[in-house]
């Protein structure tokens, strides 16, 4: 891969590192703090290294990764602890013989970068660019490409995983399965960047109705959506009842819109009543406040006279949730569970056993569902619901602010950044 020019992405420094006082340089700031020093000796290759001492200019140290010109790289000190996002200036690259050169034009978070900027999700690799969605512009392909021709200048959506093909039960070599951003099984691929280089099969065509910034929040909430409400949760038609937890996030938002375009009678939870009232003005059915002690109550008196169960409930938090829907549901409803964002587990009861209630684990999906997925947007015209947007990688403050509204779970919808057709460098 030969580097042709500069340009950016965002990274995830190593948790081994020793603490002295410094003045923290960044290529567009500069802010009290601490030295971070790696146990491991990076390997070879150009950047910037945003780490100096208070008396000394920024050092610089090598690389083996061939990045576009920005990255950001959240430096956290410890586990629960978050400080800057750092930028930094690297080799563009090349496509290989059957790649595609993408110049990505948006890119969104989810709840998993949170994680990572506080080191709490596994596998995590600290020299590759953060986010797992994103869309952008094919400027180039490889000269063995079969599909280059027919994407060169069209806005595409990247895949936002690695390791799964088609198997509807799971990936097909979970050693090998991945989800891209941060991460040690692909290292080169990340979405917080200005240029990134794919194999040609890892990108579908944005749906023709959607901004960059609505197609780069479409990936992980699409797929991980899909899967949970159609695969797993057997949501597929007209007159079916599902609760979907949580709404205001990017996976329950996604869910809603999919369960309204099915004809599936949707009802949400919520800690915050704004938040149901614009999920009802979506399609939902109605909703209820989570933090009520009754909320299971309230929910049994929304639901149809002639249907008043439940045929699937779909969660992504977790914690006491069994004993609160069990007796909604339907004898051998489904509960698809996608993540436990209150708690890393949660309770099992015999009153769901009797019921036959099936609890179906749900992460993420196959690039088949992927299509299915995107197919169904296109189909249904869906847009995903955008909380909030900033402009530019370089634009720290406000990428930082992005995650902060996530950790407040302020955000209704998903939050992105917009790269921009044309990336320019300020280091």
């Given at each position: 891969?030969?580097?042709?020019?500069?340009?950016?992405?965002?990274?995830?420094?190593?948790?081994?590192?020793?603490?002295?006082?410094?003045?923290?340089?960044?290529?567009?700031?500069?802010?009290?703090?601490?030295?971070?020093?790696?146990?491991?000796?990076?390997?070879?290759?150009?950047?910037?290294?945003?780490?100096?001492?208070?008396?000394?200019?920024?050092?610089?140290?090598?690389t083996r990764m061939s990045f576009p010109r920005h990255n950001l790289s959240s430096l956290s000190i410890y586990a629960n602890t978050i400080v800057r996002l750092v930028i930094r200036e690297v080799p563009k690259p090349t496509p290989?013989?059957?790649?595609?050169?993408?110049?990505?034009?948006?890119?969104?978070?989810?709840?998993?970068?949170?994680?990572?900027?506080?080191?709490?999700?596994?596998a995590i690799s600290f020299t590759a660019p953060m986010l797992a969605d994103g869309c952008g512009t094919v400027i180039q392909a490889g000269p063995d490409s079969t599909r280059g021709a027919s994407l060169l200048n069209?806005?595409?959506i990247l895949t936002p995983m690695r390791g799964w093909e088609a198997d509807p039960a799971g990936p097909e070599d979970g050693r090998r399965f991945s989800v891209t951003g941060s991460s040690k099984l692909c290292e080169e691929v990340g979405t917080a960047q200005d240029y990134i280089v794919v194999d040609e099969d890892e990108v579908e065509l944005a749906p023709e109705h959607l901004s960059n910034a609505e197609a780069a929040a479409l990936p992980l909430v699409g797929l991980t959506g899909w899967r949970a409400l159609v695969t797993k949760g057997g949501i597929t038609g007209a007159g079916q009842n599902v609760l979907i937890t949580g709404i205001g996030g990017g996976v329950a938002l996604q869910m809603l819109q999919f369960a309204v375009a099915l004809g599936a009678n949707a009802y949400v939870s919520s800690?915050?009543?704004?938040?149901?009232?614009?999920?009802?003005?979506?399609?939902?059915?109605?909703?209820?406040?989570?933090?009520?002690?009754?909320?299971?109550?309230?929910?049994?008196?929304?639901?149809?006279?002639?249907?008043?169960?439940?045929?699937?409930?779909?969660?992504?938090?977790?914690?006491?949730?069994?004993?609160?829907?069990?007796?909604?549901?339907?004898?051998?409803g489904v509960i698809a569970?996608?993540?436990?964002?209150?708690?890393?587990k949660m309770d099992w009861l015999m009153t769901a056993v009797l019921a036959n209630?099936?609890?179906?684990?749900?992460?993420?999906?196959?690039?088949?569902?992927?299509?299915?997925?995107?197919?169904?947007?296109?189909?249904?015209?869906?847009?995903?619901?955008?909380?909030k947007t900033v402009k530019g990688l370089s634009n720290l403050d406000g990428i930082d602010g992005l995650f902060a509204d996530m950790e407040k779970g302020a955000q209704f919808g998903k939050l992105v950044i917009e790269i921009g057709e044309e990336p320019s460098s300020k280091l």
């Open positions: 891969m030969q580097p042709i020019g500069n340009f950016t992405n965002i990274i995830c420094p190593p948790p081994h590192f020793s603490l002295s006082s410094f003045q923290f340089t960044f290529p567009l700031i500069s802010i009290p703090f601490f030295s971070i020093h790696s146990q491991i000796a990076p390997p070879p290759c150009l950047a910037y290294s945003t780490l100096g001492k208070s008396t000394a200019s920024p050092a610089k140290y090598t290989g013989r059957k790649q595609l050169l993408v110049r990505l034009t948006a890119a969104a978070l989810n709840h998993r970068d949170l994680f990572i900027r506080h080191h709490q999700y596994p069209k806005s595409v800690g915050d009543q704004a938040k149901i009232d614009k999920a009802v003005a979506m399609g939902a059915k109605g909703g209820v406040i989570y933090k009520n002690d009754d909320w299971a109550n309230d929910l049994a008196h929304q639901l149809p006279e002639d249907r008043p169960f439940l045929d699937a409930v779909i969660d992504g938090a977790g914690g006491k949730l069994v004993g609160k829907v069990v007796r909604l549901m339907k004898p051998g569970q996608y993540g436990m964002t209150v708690s890393p209630i099936d609890l179906r684990g749900c992460t993420m999906g196959s690039k088949k569902e992927f299509r299915d997925m995107i197919a169904f947007v296109r189909q249904h015209k869906i847009k995903p619901v955008i909380s």
